[in-house]
């Protein structure tokens, strides 16, 4: 197993070692977590968009999201871990999320690029020359051979993409506790 096969398949569960780290070094204030909720939920917002077109496996999917960044639901993680971040009020839990973020979602776009290559060939090539990796362009790409699809609850659902809109509520009530134990 490639150290790409290995973060592409244990980012989530490494990542429930790291919230423990996250939680443990964090100092949440009601500040701090009011406004890590709002940043975090710009996050879930672009990467409940980008989930509603992602048809995983079945096509390149380059319309929506997809036709100003390559990687929309990892840029709306950013601004979740960025969200995260702030919400916990430590510089250590920030430095533990976003060096987290920067070095295991590199390798993983890495990884999913040399796949969808694998599986598209020269249609993905052309893709990835109009749009890029990772910060979205300020309007969408013009692909020749786009795929039509549009924005579906159904396909937000099939892709679970309330998870990490749970997830995050689960970690901002537990920073809460943290809080309140806090000051108790």
Known sequence: MTPLDFFA???????YLLAVVVLWFSCPTPR????????????LAFRAYAAGYLHKQAVLTTTGPYARTRNPLYFGSSILTLGTAIATNSRVSAV????YFALVYSLVMRREEIELRGHHGVEFDAYAQSVPLFF?????????DTS????????YRKNHEYQAALGFFLLLVALVVIWRLHVA
């Open 96 to 99: 533990f999320l976003l060096v």
């Open 32 to 43: 701090s977590i009011l406004i890590g909720a709002c940043v975090g939920s710009l996050g």
């Open 136 to 144: 979205p362009r300020l309007t969408a790409a013009k692909q020749e």
């Open 148 to 155: 039509t699809g549009s924005f579906s609850w159904s396909q």
């Open 9 to 15: 398949r244990w980012r989530v569960r490494i990542g």
